[in-house]
């Protein structure tokens, strides 16, 4: 045959003559190098060997000197050109790794410079996290749904599907918030799903609890991703719908036990969400890691319906060496607007100090229109924050809100600073006071209040409308709930001082509030600003870690864009690029070496 004119005919004669290949002198390790190049390595001269246009003699017969002698491999894939080219799979392509999870060792790869890119940084995280740098490169579905199956199946042939799972809310391909059962299958998809994953385990004869992962299109097109062969983070929430303790169910199995239900058991009762309580910084990238020491914990487990699972407590350390999971939060509700409601309620109460969090991030996520109506896909955080999360938006209520609250915040301060064991410091002390005139600071804008007061009941008035907030004021406690114009909120004092800098968090998210006298107010508009540094010139590292690789030396030129370094934390790596192209001036790092956040690593001129 001409490759040239029947280049295809090849590999067809390839596929049906597959007895031909059975022998141990050769091996097909590449079909599709170029149009017109098929290469089989070979050791005598066998039949498809001459049909082929190029073949290349890797060694003697014995199988550890010839195709499993990986130099000789090598070798012959440099001289011919040979190419494991993913364009075969047309862009875009996941690199994952083959042993992996969790979204490490995951690219998505656009073009073949990213497919370089993802390889090398792919394979190393793999290594690292798993201890295999083995890839697995698949052609990637754009704009889907990530939803899961379930599935349980004993030593005896039994098998069942226990409904799905809604994990389409991920960042950097790792999931950050689930729920069951989704807003998008209706019964029919649901039950081809549950069916094909139930074929699936049964057909490698699996035994155990195990979740079989479905991409699934705006059609209801669904397609197989993987099998994890284990218990999922995310599985409360399955126990929460369904009534079935999971790992009760997997300890049976393994004793030998034949399931106790049948699928027609199997009922979806209300629903559940769960959110992944990370040690993050949410205003990068979605999420990069935060080390430190939980100064002070609480969970919100006293609300009804809430559910956490955890391995921490007030005191644990947060490291750079493993997954910076805090904990699963889950809710349940007889309906899915409980459920989110019951979710909303439990990541205010939530206390969690000494390192940074994600919480900011997880409510605005369920309180966000699209998600509450269901429209979501994997694509939902970088296209709804495509300058990279802000936080909460305040609205000129919200604004008022705030401001209101510490201000009333502020004169319980003052006016507890006043009294000892409830009674006043100086029994000379005058009447108390009944009303404040006071300005309060807040995202580079002032207001001016009046405030008054009648027992545990503040009247504050900004700009021209009063806002009445109500409430115990304990300031030793580490909530703050209050009613604000008979809404009841739960908002957290997260840290104040006598200059009346005060950190509020509210709505999930930190606002940092400045409450001042009038005359001090006056006074400050004198001080000196601080000059911000220019970020332009310095690369310091975005989160604490270990640097794997410096790439530039003193006096090299970069370009805009250019790889610097690259940081690995908990288990992921992270490259780290130019922002301009300019001259390298100095490097303060090295690899192998310890980095903070915020530490310098390389200085421009």
Request: net charge neutral; hydrophobic share 40%; proline share 5%.
């Given at each position: 045959l001409?490759?040239?004119r ?5 590999i067809r004669?390839v596929?049906?003559?597959k007895s031909?290949l ?7 390790v590449s079909v599709?190098v170029?149009?017109n190049?098929?290469l089989?390595?070979s050791?005598?001269?066998q039949?498809?060997v ?5 073949a290349?003699c ?5 199988t550890?000197?010839?195709y499993?002698n990986?130099?000789a491999i090598m070798?012959?894939i440099?001289k011919?050109?040979?190419q494991a080219?993913?364009?075969?799979y047309?862009?875009?392509v ?6 992996g ?5 995951m690219?998505?790869?656009?073009n073949d410079?990213?497919t370089?890119e ?12 798993f201890?295999?740098d083995r890839l697995?490169?698949?052609?990637f579905?754009?704009n ?5 199956i379930q599935?349980?199946a004993?030593k005896?042939?039994n098998a069942l599907?226990?409904n799905?799972r809604?994990c ?5 391909n790792?999931k950050?918030?689930e ?6 299958l209706?019964p029919?998809?649901r039950r081809?799903m ?7 385990a049964k ?5 155990s ?5 479905f ?10 991703l ?8 995310e599985?409360?929430?399955?126990e929460c719908i369904?009534?079935l ?7 049976r199995?393994?004793k030998?036990f034949p399931?106790?239900?049948k699928q ?6 209300g629903?559940?969400i769960e ?5 993050e910084?949410?205003y990068?990238?979605?999420g990069?890691?935060s080390?430190g020491?939980?100064?002070?914990y ?9 559910r ?5 407590q007030?005191?644990s350390d ?7 999971m805090?904990s699963k939060?889950?809710?349940?509700g007889?309906?899915?607007?409980e459920?989110?409601?019951?979710m909303?309620?439990?990541?205010d109460n939530?206390v ?7 919480i900011p ?7 966000h229109p ?10 939902f955080?970088p ?20 401001v ?5 915040l502020?004169v319980?301060?003052?006016l507890?600073?006043?009294r000892?064991?409830g009674n006043?410091?100086?029994s000379?002390t005058?009447?108390?006071?009944r009303?404040?005139e006071l300005?309060v600071?807040?995202e580079k804008g002032s207001?001016a209040v ?7 009941t503040?009247?504050?008035?900004v700009?021209?409308?009063?806002v009445e ?8 406690s580490a909530?703050l709930p209050?009613?604000?114009?008979r ?5 957290q004092?997260?840290s ?6 005060i950190t509020?968090q509210?709505?999930g ?5 400045r409450?001042l006298?009038?005359l001090?107010s006056?006074?400050?508009a ?6 911000p ?6 690369l310091?590292s975005?989160m604490?870690?270990s ?8 006096g090299?030129?970069v370009?805009?864009?250019?790889e610097?370094c690259?940081?690995e934390?908990?288990?992921m790596?992270n490259s780290?690029?130019?922002a301009?192209?300019a001259k ?7 690899a192998g070496?310890t980095?903070g ?6 200085q421009?001129?």
């Amino acid at each position: 045959l001409e490759p040239k004119r029947h280049p295809f005919r090849v590999i067809r004669w390839v596929l049906q003559n597959k007895s031909v290949l059975k022998t141990p002198f050769c091996l097909p390790v590449s079909v599709h190098v170029k149009m017109n190049k098929y290469l089989f390595l070979s050791v005598p001269p066998q039949v498809h060997v001459k049909m082929a246009d190029e073949a290349v003699c890797v060694g003697p017969a014995p199988t550890n000197k010839s195709y499993l002698n990986m130099d000789a491999i090598m070798d012959a894939i440099r001289k011919t050109g040979s190419q494991a080219a993913t364009r075969s799979y047309c862009y875009p392509v996941m690199i994952k790794a083959s042993a992996g999870g969790g979204g490490k060792g995951m690219r998505i790869a656009w073009n073949d410079d990213e497919t370089r890119e993802g390889f090398r940084l792919s394979s190393q995280e793999a290594a690292s996290s798993f201890g295999d740098d083995r890839l697995l490169i698949e052609k990637f579905v754009d704009n889907p749904r990530h939803i899961e199956i379930q599935v349980l199946a004993d030593k005896h042939g039994n098998a069942l599907w226990l409904n799905e799972r809604e994990c389409s809310i991920q960042r950097r391909n790792q999931k950050v918030v689930e729920e069951a059962p989704s807003t998008f299958l209706d019964p029919e998809t649901r039950r081809a799903m549950g069916e094909q994953a139930v074929q699936l385990a049964k057909a490698v004869q699996y035994s155990s609890a195990g979740t079989v992962e479905f991409l699934v299109d705006s059609n209801k097109n669904f397609y197989f991703l993987e099998m994890n062969t284990r218990l999922q983070v995310e599985h409360p929430i399955t126990e929460c719908i369904t009534g079935l303790d999971l790992v009760q169910q997997m300890i049976r199995v393994a004793k030998g036990f034949p399931l106790l239900h049948k699928q027609e058991d199997i009922p979806i009762n209300g629903w559940a969400i769960e959110s992944r309580v990370y040690a993050e910084d949410p205003y990068k990238s979605f999420g990069l890691p935060s080390i430190g020491r939980l100064s002070q914990y609480q969970e919100p487990i006293n609300l009804p319906k809430v559910r956490v699972d955890s391995g921490i407590q007030e005191g644990s350390d947060i490291s750079i060496y493993y997954d910076p999971m805090i904990s699963k939060l889950v809710t349940y509700g007889a309906t899915r607007a409980e459920a989110l409601q019951r979710m909303e309620d439990a990541l205010d109460n939530y206390v969690i100090r000494g390192v940074t969090h994600n919480i900011p991030l997880l409510r605005e996520i369920i309180t966000h229109p699209r998600f509450i109506s269901g429209d979501i896909t994997t694509n939902f955080l970088p296209e709804e924050y495509p300058e990279g999360f802000k936080g909460h938006q305040l609205t000129s209520e919200g604004r008022r809100e705030l401001v209101a609250t510490a201000a009333a915040l502020y004169v319980s301060a003052q006016l507890r600073s006043q009294r000892f064991l409830g009674n006043l410091r100086v029994s000379t002390t005058p009447q108390e006071r009944r009303q404040w005139e006071l300005c309060v600071e807040l995202e580079k804008g002032s207001h001016a209040v009046a405030v008054s007061r009648s027992g545990s009941t503040f009247t504050v008035e900004v700009d021209g409308v009063k806002v009445e907030v109500s409430g115990e004021w304990n300031l030793a406690s580490a909530l703050l709930p209050v009613t604000i114009n008979r809404t009841p909120r739960v908002l957290q004092c997260l840290s104040r001082d006598a200059g009346g800098d005060i950190t509020l968090q509210y709505l999930g998210t930190q606002f940092k509030v400045r409450v001042l006298s009038q005359l001090v107010s006056t006074l400050s508009a004198h001080m000196p600003e601080k000059v911000p540094e220019d970020t332009s010139s310095i690369l310091r590292s975005p989160m604490p870690g270990s640097v794997v690789a410096v790439s530039v030396k003193p006096g090299d030129v970069v370009a805009e864009g250019q790889e610097i370094c690259v940081i690995e934390a908990m288990k992921m790596q992270n490259s780290l690029i130019a922002a301009k192209a300019a001259k390298v001036k100095s490097v303060h790092c090295k690899a192998g070496e310890t980095v903070g956040e915020g530490d310098l690593l390389v200085q421009l001129e």
